[in-house]
């Protein structure tokens, strides 16, 4: 059976108060019925005493009672005995037996069928005997009266206990049901953007609404970038294959110069969807953080030279003067050389292509400094630079500031480059200006093989 936090609670209580009242109420009862009887045996002995003063054997044997002399008062009954038991004087109540033993000087509960009774023999030094009984059924039936509605009391507190703990917790639920409809409602619709109304309260239903808020916005985030990476990295795709299309029907209408000038276009374009399609996977395999690192220890110097190697030639076409400046230090890190190339020539890669065309002199200088275990590389040119707006953002997927200058990017480099540094425990800055140039600074330090999620 399932039962609500305030229906459990309100059980809980009535259960316990129902065995902590009951305890106490059969421990008071019984105090009490001990006291009763205390009282009335004292009285039952006090009567039988008194009893034997007054009578006496005159001189014939017979056995006289004073005038004043009680026979019964308040429930107790006297009788006079002789040695064997029987009745001298005075006479038993009808449901008392009466061949029940001398036993002086003893407190005893003889079970009279209807009641019990208490009974007390005291022995004269005459030679007879007083026995005072007393019926307990007066002092039962007032013991059971108490037990009743004091029983009757326990219930009542325990049933109000219980309700008023259902409508405590009533009240103090409510809160949570507020949250749970609102949460509700967030999930039907699909409305991640909605936010919980947060109580002005500062305990745990507030931090509770703050917990589901701060959860509804990363799942809005990454829902978001989900849609916002899978539209662009279609478009991203749709272009390419678009010209790629167009360039087959004109390679197929066209004659043999034709032909062949499409074929270099389809090339150039199917390398640009390369180039696109290796990314989004390595940024896909990233972000899972199933991108494992081959660690090595690494020379960045070297590194920064394989690098100005490879790019030497598009530098030379495009006029640009790549140079790696000497430095003293030849800082080592422990990292992957594959990636940490692919950032290197990466940051030089764009300071070529994003060159000033209107400057006699352009150049790129790469440099390296540091110390073993951390090494910073430093891609500085004096090209088109960065509007200062545009900044913050380089270093999002598919971001291109201008995505009419360099047409073979696809805005995936610098993401990816963030991720190597980041994957190498650093991270990458930029300081441009638009117009007069830009240096990136990539940091590296040691990596370890297993990667977090980028
Ligand atoms: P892309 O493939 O477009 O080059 P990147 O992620 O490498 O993508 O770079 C993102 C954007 O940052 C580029 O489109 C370009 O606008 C800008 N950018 C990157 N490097 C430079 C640089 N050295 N000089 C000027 N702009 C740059």
């Given at each position: ?15 316990i ?64 005995l ?45 030679g ?12 039962d039936?007032g ?14 507190f ?28 967030i999930?039907?619709?699909?409305q991640?953007?909605a ?22 916005a ?20 749709r ?19 034709e ?106 200088r ?15 040119d ?16 598919f ?9 073979e ?6 993401c ?39």
């Amino acid at each position: 059976m399932k039962l609500t936090v305030r229906a459990r609670l309100g059980a809980s209580i009535l259960i316990i108060s129902l065995v902590l009242m009951g305890a106490a109420m059969v421990t008071v009862l019984h105090s009490y019925r001990a006291i009763g009887l205390r009282d009335a045996w004292a009285r039952v002995e006090d009567m039988a005493r008194d009893a034997e003063d007054d009578a006496g054997y005159d001189s014939r044997g017979r056995l006289v009672l004073d005038d004043d002399v009680v026979m019964y008062a308040e429930g107790i009954t006297v009788v006079y005995l002789d040695e064997n038991g029987d009745l001298l004087r005075g006479a038993y109540p009808l449901s008392f037996p009466d061949d029940v033993a001398l036993a002086i000087g003893e407190d005893r509960r003889i079970n009279g069928g209807a009641s019990h009774w208490l009974v007390y023999d005291v022995a004269a030094n005459d030679g007879f005997y007083v026995r005072a009984l007393m019926s307990t059924y007066e002092l039962d039936s007032g013991f059971y009266q108490m037990a009743l509605i004091s029983g009757g009391v326990v219930v009542l507190f325990a049933v109000l206990m219980a309700i008023s703990a259902w409508a405590m917790a009533r009240r103090a639920f409510r809160p949570v049901s507020e949250l749970t409809r609102h949460a509700d409602s967030i999930r039907g619709g699909g409305q991640l953007g909605a936010r919980l109304p947060v109580p002005d309260t500062h305990d745990e239903i507030a931090r509770l609404a703050e917990t589901f808020n701060a959860m509804f916005a990363r799942l809005d985030e990454s829902f978001r970038a989900e849609r916002q990476f899978t539209s662009d990295a279609s478009h991203e795709l749709r272009t390419p294959v678009g010209a790629i299309l167009a360039q087959c029907e004109l390679g197929l209408l066209g004659d043999d110069a034709e032909r062949l000038q499409a074929l270099e276009a389809i090339y150039q374009r199917a390398q640009h969807m390369s180039t696109l399609v290796n990314r989004l996977l390595m940024l896909a395999r990233a972000e899972q953080g199933r991108q494992t690192l081959a660690i090595e220890p690494l020379d960045v110097r070297q590194l920064c030279g394989f690098a100005c190697e490879s790019l030497e030639d598009s530098a030379q076409e495009a006029g640009v003067k790549l140079e790696l400046l000497p430095g003293g230090d030849a800082p080592t890190i422990n990292g992957d050389s594959a990636l940490v190339v692919s950032l290197i020539t990466n940051l030089i890669g764009n300071a070529i292509k994003y060159r000033d065309p209107s400057k006699p002199e352009r150049y790129v200088r790469v440099s390296v400094t540091g110390q073993d275990g951390e090494a910073r590389v430093s891609v500085a040119d004096n090209g088109i630079g960065i509007p200062e707006e545009h900044l913050g953002r380089v270093f999002d997927r598919f971001y291109r500031v201008d995505s009419a200058r360099g047409g073979e990017g696809v805005g995936l480099g610098l993401c990816l480059s963030a991720w190597i540094a980041r994957a190498h425990g650093g991270g990458i800055n930029v300081d441009s200006r638009a117009g007069e140039g830009s240096t990136f600074t990539a940091t590296l330090r040691n990596a370890r093989a297993e990667q977090s999620r980028s």
